[in-house]
């Protein structure tokens, strides 16, 4: 057989390395935000022909880097606004290639023994930052924060299942803020909750849970034969990156008998910033931990942590039977080390890499560094919208994210604002430079800017505000 490949990572490394080179302050790779064009019939058809026959690589080549750089959106430039990931540092990217690129797979110690003491090591330091016997507690890598959230309901209902008996299942209740992301609901169908299990707990008007209101919730529900087993509370919620009282709500968990998790997908990162004390409270008694890296933490999407209290928990995800083809268990010293055992998943690729890396080239000092700087713009846009006059707060931050709308008439109606803010994002993201993202907040959309992007200074802060008036203003 003809050998084809070789010339494929060679050319995907060159186009990596020469995009990287332009990185400096405007990374580029695919075409500016709202100008990646939709595919034309004939590029559409090159997509989504199968392929018969295998094709010529130079001319395969050729058509690829003509789709990534006109279709692909540049998910890299600091201008990228629309979602919570955005700035995913050098080192950890070059992490990830490698990683890759090894084609490792992080189960058992025997085939991956670096890769093992690296995702070991990382996990121990994000240990560190939570405030529990570091001896006793654990994690398990997943990919992304919605499985970790996943994973957390898993223990939690397991935790349940065994103090209440599986005939209880039924009758679960858990309880989670308006504000939580929707990993949770998807969380709990997967791991055989009744739909009825969710119980909306109320926020206050900076979009925090209220902790009064979950005690109220939770006796009701136990009052209706109902049996409260998790709680759960995010530090940074999606929206608003609002942080719920954790401490307050673990009071609550600790009297009623409650898995507490915290969600601190987005969080987690003030853990490492100047005023780690805030986001620390509470976590001490705190079950589990959502931690995701790939959105303040600088890694590739998608690349998360569920850390829990007490590692033994994990055990839960030991394989009831079978992977014996995997894991000798003759050589069962050895074995303890293997994070497969206690994972989600049995292949997983060596992303512990891009946290090393990120890590050792960064240190805790310069975590708390890019925490700050990330602080530092946030200040800055809020009083830039503070003092606009054509756009408004619609929450003082309490992460690195802005929530703001457009001013408008008081008498102004849900549905007229609504459509105020549709045309204004399409005009704000229609110049292609920057992305910004509406979410739905009570009281209708907002705006939501964020800043965790280490290559976003000042000066892009400065230009996102006036595009911001410019575009207001051209539609009043
Ligand atoms: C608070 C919170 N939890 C969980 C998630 C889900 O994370 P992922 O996108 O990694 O699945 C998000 C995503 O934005 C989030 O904001």
Redesign the pocket.
């Known amino acids: 057989m003809k050998r084809r490949d070789g010339s494929f990572v060679p050319w995907a490394a060159q186009r990596i390395a020469k995009a990287s080179r332009e990185d400096a302050d405007a990374p580029i790779f695919g075409a500016p935000l709202a100008k990646a064009r939709a595919l034309s019939p004939a590029e559409r058809r090159l997509v989504s022909a199968f392929p018969d026959r295998g094709a010529d690589p130079a001319g395969l080549q050729k058509a690829l880097a003509r789709l990534l750089d006109r279709s692909l959106a540049n998910g890299r430039t600091p201008r990228f606004e629309n979602?919570?990931?955005s700035g995913v540092a050098d080192p950890a990217m070059a992490g990830a290639l490698l990683g890759l690129f090894s084609n490792n797979t992080v189960s058992t110690g025997e085939i991956a023994p670096l890769a093992t003491e690296m995702e070991r090591a990382v996990l121990s330091w994000l240990l560190r930052l939570v405030p529990w016997d570091g001896a006793r507690a654990g994690g398990s890598a997943t990919p992304?924060?919605?499985?970790?959230?996943l994973l957390a309901m898993y223990l939690a209902r397991k935790a349940a299942e065994a103090r209440h008996g599986a005939d209880a299942i039924p009758r679960l209740a858990y309880f989670v803020s308006r504000a939580?992301?929707y990993?949770i609901p998807k969380g709990a169908d997967l791991v055989g909750l009744p739909r009825g299990a969710m119980i909306e707990v109320p926020t206050d008007a900076e979009e925090r849970m209220r902790p009064d209101l979950l005690a109220d919730a939770v006796r009701d529900a136990r009052r209706q034969g109902r049996i409260p087993f998790l709680v759960i509370a995010?530090s940074?919620?999606?929206v608003a990156g609002a942080l719920d009282p954790v401490r307050d709500i673990a009071r609550v968990a600790e009297s009623e008998r409650l898995w507490l998790h915290v969600?601190?997908?987005?969080?987690c990162f003030g853990l490492l910033g100047p005023d780690a004390a805030r986001f620390r409270a509470g976590l001490e008694r705190a079950d589990s931990v959502?931690f995701?890296e790939?959105?303040h933490g600088g890694a590739p999407?998608?690349w998360?942590w569920l850390l829990v209290r007490n590692g033994a928990a994990l055990e839960e995800l030991r394989p009831p039977t079978g992977g014996g083809y995997l894991f000798h268990r003759k050589d069962a010293v050895r074995e303890e080390a293997d994070l497969g055992l206690t994972s989600l998943a049995c292949g997983k690729p060596f992303m512990a890499l891009a946290s090393w890396l990120a890590w050792k080239s960064m240190g805790a000092t310069g975590w708390k560094r890019r925490v700050a700087h990330a602080a530092k713009l946030t200040r800055r846009f809020r009083d830039g919208i503070a003092a606009s006059d054509r756009w408004e707060l619609a929450l003082e931050p309490q992460t690195w994210l802005v929530v703001f709308r457009p001013k408008v008439p008081a008498v102004t109606s849900r549905v007229a604002r609504d459509a105020v803010s549709r045309d204004l994002r399409r005009r704000i993201n229609a110049s292609g430079r920057w992305m910004i993202n509406l979410c739905p907040m009570p009281d209708g959309y907002a705006f939501r800017a964020i800043f965790t992007n280490p290559l976003m200074t000042e000066s892009h802060v400065d230009e996102l505000l006036a595009h911001l008036a410019r575009s207001a203003g051209a539609s009043s």
């Open positions: 979602q919570l990931f992304g924060g919605s499985f970790s959230n939580g992301h990993s995010t940074g919620t999606t969600d601190a997908a987005w969080g959502t995701d790939h959105k999407v998608a998360s």
